[in-house]
Structure formats: structure tokens, C-alpha cells
């Protein structure tokens, strides 16, 4: 049973430490401005500050990683929503309906919206994380290769939906990416694949693709159309969304937590993964599911809370289990165990006034982004203003030094232009980039774990049915897969009819 006292007695040790609040706020900002910062994530913030917490006492140190972790998942859709550049890979679903709304000049809603939809997401995963515990640690245990698969399976079904007014299109695009994926070390055998004696190709420079097809591509977009401009120059109004537009979107918020809760506990899939889940669940809820990717303000709710849930997911399996969600909380656990804490069962029994403490904590690191969020929104904001001649080139200089501040490497440099060149003609064509990312998101995490499953089963292919989780996972992504294209099929159709 959960013993609410120990909670208590973490809100009055936190209310009694002043510096961990200090470090608690000052993680959430360097959070918040890495995020947004194309080619900064929020593993690369917790890895460089990683080292100064190594002097302070463990709750001062945890919580200012954990502010850098929280601010940065938050951070990237700032620059998603107002300049269509996704600072983080899981803020690319948030630009789809996010820049959409900045260009109706609506960009103060999305701002608010992805605000006001992060806090509850990721404030509803740390209570997540504080009362069940125990028990959903022990669903994640459940999840193997097979499930893995199926897992991945369904992410990439989820192409089908967010490939806008032409499924073909963005099933084309979807195959390049997974055709992009297979570059590297192969996952079992660790041999070079298609990588033309490249070793920097031996991993996919996901993140230089990434910047490339949304940032570049849209820098290049505005150098051929000088009068375009980068967002909506408006001056950014009330920020808080209205109680109405933010009660029609709270039922997404909630499903959207609980999947981005969901898919933080499943190692390997992580934010990214966690916000196109959610943005796929909210278009199939919705009445209008037409709207999505038009400027659709619950696309940016399910994005904004299912991402910033998975921080939750993620923690709960890295405390309860020692297994790390993802990349971030793998640098945590490295972090728990210089400290001297040992992450699993016997920290709750050991450290338990320890635990409760931080669980405080992050709740209060997700006060303080929302805050915070909403304080330096018009700071942010003032980027709509500057002019096309300005903005373009400097984007584009933020672009090449992002990537190269990722490996210290002009190769990824070379690869961010290509690919921001591919990502200029895929949008002149209407090829849409956001399955290109998904695929490579989901396609080397669906390959590994489909040999690694053949593997186990001695080359049988009955994992694909024997395993209740992976029956419903297939089932799901068929459905998933299917329904958006018969959708556009039938609606081509009718035109058609009305048309003769």
C-alpha cells in the first residue's frame, strides 16, 4: 500500500533545501533552450552537465539532470510551432499542426496549448510514477524482442496517418526512410552495410537527417520565395489557451498521458515514438480527423502531453528495474550510480526518504517549466519578427552548427544539406517528411528485434501468433496500416461520382 506519509515527508525535505529548488529551475531553462536548439537534444544536455553534479550532494544533482531532461523534451516544439524546425525528433509530429496554426496566426494558441498539454502529460507521468510503480514495472517485463517488433510495427503503420492528403505520397516517403535505415552496422552480424567505405555511415546520422528535412528544407523554401516569411510576424498574444478550447482538448491530453506513459516503459522507444503513438490515437478519436496536419489544436495536446508523459514511463523502469527507457535515463542511472544508489527494488526500501524527495521534485520541475514555459515564450517569440533576409541565413547557420557540435564531424554537415536539399523537393512535390523520420525512428528498432526474435524461436515465425501482446500489436498496426488509405480510396471515389 501506498504510504502517503513518506510522500509528505519528501515535500517538507524539498521545501527545506532551497539549492535544490535553485538547481531544480536552472536545469528546467538550460532544458528548455537545448531543446529548441536544432541538433541540442535533452541526452546531450543531461551528458554535459552530468559531470558538474558529481560534487553536489544527490538531490541538488539529480534534480538539476532532471530539469535538463523535462525542459528539453518540452523545448523543441517551441521552434516547431513557430518556425516548422523541430528542435528534438519527437517535437517533428508537433510541427505538423503546430507551424499550420502560427500560419493562421494563431501561434500564441500552439504555444499555450503545447505549454499548458506538457505540464499535464508530464506531471500526470511522475504521479504515474509516485502510486503504481510496482505494478506497471511489472507489465514492461513482459515486453521481449517479439513485443519489441510489434511494437515497432505499429509505429510504422502510423505512416499512413500523418502522410496528409496523400497516403501513396507518404507511404513512398516512408520507404525511403526505411531504405535510409538499413545504412550502417548490420544489428546481428556487426557488418558494414551500404556505407561505401564511409565509417562515419557505420549509424544513421538521424539527427543531421532530421535537421536537414525540416530546418534546411525550409530555410531553402524561403531563399527561392524572398517574400515568404519564416512563421507569422504577429506579436504573440494571451499564451494561456481559453478554458474552452482547452477543455475540448483534455480528453486527448489524458489518452495521450497514459500512452506516453505506456511507451516510456517499453525500453528503446522513448519520446519520439511516444508523440507519433499519440498524434495517431488522437486523429483516430477525432470527429475531424480531415483537419490533422492542417492546424488541428489537439494534434499539438497529444504530441506535447504523450512526449512529455514518456519522461515518467521512462523513470519508473530505471528506478523500479534498473532498466533505462531510453538514452537520457541511461545517463541517470550512470548519474544514481556515482552517487552510490543502486536503482531497483532495494532503493525504495534503502533510500526511501531519498525517492520520495526527487519524486517531489520533479513535480516541482514541472511546475517550474510551466512557469518558466510561458515567461520566455514572448522572448522566443520575438524570432517571428525578424526579417526573411536575417532569419533564413542564420537558420541555416544554427543548422550546420548544430550538427557539427553533435560528433564534431562536417560529414554530418554534408549530410544535413542533402538532406535538406531532399527535404526542399520533397515539399515542392508534396512528399511529406514526417514518415521519412518515423521510419527511421522505427526501422532499425523493428529489424533488431525481429532477427533477435528469429533468433530465440530458432528461425519459427510463431512469435508472430502465440504472443497475446504481439497478436494485438499486428492487429493494430493492420488496422492502423489500412483504414486512413480505404478512407482516401472511398473518398476519391465519391469525387469522383459527384464529379461525373
Known amino acids: 500500500m501506498f504510504d502517503f506519509s513518506m510522500l509528505f515527508q519528501g515535500v517538507a525535505t524539498l521545501a527545506s ?3 535544490a529548488l535553485v538547481m531544480a529551475a536552472i536545469g528546467v531553462v538550460i532544458g528548455i533552450f537545448i531543446g529548441a536548439m536544432p541538433g541540442l537534444t535533452a541526452t546531450m544536455g543531461v551528458a554535459i552537465l552530468l559531470p558538474f553534479t558529481f560534487g553536489m550532494d544527490p538531490l541538488p544533482g539529480l534534480l538539476l539532470i ?9 523545448g523543441g516544439s517551441v521552434t516547431a510551432i513557430l518556425l516548422k524546425i523541430p528542435g528534438t525528433p519527437a517535437a517533428a509530429a508537433t510541427a505538423m499542426d ?8 494563431q501561434a500564441s494558441l500552439a504555444l499555450g496549448t503545447a505549454t499548458v498539454s506538457s505540464f499535464i502529460g508530464g506531471t500526470g507521468s511522475v504521479l504515474v510514477l509516485i502510486f503504481l510503480a510496482p505494478v506497471l514495472a511489472g507489465f514492461a517485463l513482459n515486453f521481449s524482442a517479439p513485443e519489441s517488433f510489434a511494437l515497432a510495427v505499429f509505429g510504422l503503420s502510423i505512416i499512413s496517418s500523418i502522410s496528409g492528403a496523400s497516403p501513396v505520397k507518404g507511404l513512398i516517403a516512408g520507404m525511403l526512410g526505411l531504405l535510409v535505415a538499413t545504412i550502417g ?10 556505407t561505401f567505405g564511409f565509417p562515419d555511415l557505420y549509424e544513421v546520422p538521424f539527427i543531421p537527417v532530421m535537421i536537414g ?4 528544407a525550409e530555410a531553402f523554401k524561403t531563399m527561392e520565395d524572398p517574400a515568404r516569411r519564416l512563421g507569422q510576424a504577429a506579436r504573440l498574444g494571451r499564451l494561456l489557451p481559453p478554458w474552452d478550447k482547452l477543455r475540448s482538448v483534455l480528453p486527448t491530453i489524458g489518452r495521450s498521458t497514459g500512452l506516453g506513459v505506456l511507451m516510456g516503459m517499453i525500453p528503446g522507444a522513448g519520446a519520439d515514438v511516444a508523440a507519433f503513438v499519440s498524434y495517431n490515437e488522437a486523429k483516430r478519436f477525432s470527429r475531424n480527423p480531415e483537419n490533422f496536419g492542417k492546424g488541428e489544436l489537439s494534434g ?11 519522461t515518467g514511463g521512462a523513470l519508473l523502469t530505471m528506478l523500479t528495474l534498473g532498466i533505462p527507457g531510453d538514452a537520457v535515463t541511461a545517463i541517470m542511472l ?4 556515482l552517487q552510490g544508489l543502486q536503482p531497483g527494488p532495494l532503493l525504495f526500501q534503502q533510500h526511501a526518504d531519498l525517492v520520495f524527495t526527487l519524486f517531489a521534485g520533479m513535480i516541482f520541475c514541472y511546475v517550474a517549466m510551466l512557469v518558466l514555459g510561458l515567461g520566455l515564450m514572448r522572448v522566443m517569440g520575438n524570432v517571428l519578427k525578424v526579417p526573411p533576409a536575417l532569419l533564413t541565413p542564420t537558420i541555416l547557420v544554427l543548422c550546420m552548427v548544430g550538427t557539427y557540435a553533435l560528433n564534431n564531424s562536417m560529414f554530418d554537415v554534408g549530410v544535413m544539406l542533402v538532406a535538406g536539399i531532399a527535404g526542399y523537393f520533397m515539399q515542392k512535390y508534396g512528399f511529406p517528411a514526417s514518415p521519412v523520420v518515423l521510419a527511421l525512428i522505427m526501422g532499425p528498432m523493428a529489424e533488431a528485434n525481429f532477427r533477435r526474435a528469429l533468433s530465440l524461436s530458432n528461425g519459427s515465425l510463431d512469435f508472430l501468433w502465440t504472443r497475446p501482446i504481439t497478436v494485438a500489436l499486428l492487429a493494430l498496426a ?3 496500416l489500412f483504414l486512413p488509405l480505404l478512407r482516401w480510396l472511398w473518398q476519391r471515389r465519391g469525387s469522383r461520382h459527384r464529379a461525373a
Open 185 to 194: 552496422l548490420d544489428p546481428m552480424g556487426g557488418f558494414p552495410r551500404f
Open 334 to 337: 550512470g548519474a544514481l550510480t
Open 213 to 216: 528535412l525540416f530546418a534546411a
Open 300 to 310: 499539438v495536446a497529444a504530441c506535447e502531453s504523450g512526449a512529455n508523459a514518456c
Open 478 to 480: 493492420l488496422l492502423t
Open 17 to 19: 533545501s532551497p539549492l
Open 98 to 105: 503546430g507551424y499550420a496554426l502560427t500560419e493562421k496566426g
Open 66 to 74: 532532471s530539469g535538463v531532461f523535462f525542459g528539453g523534451v518540452y
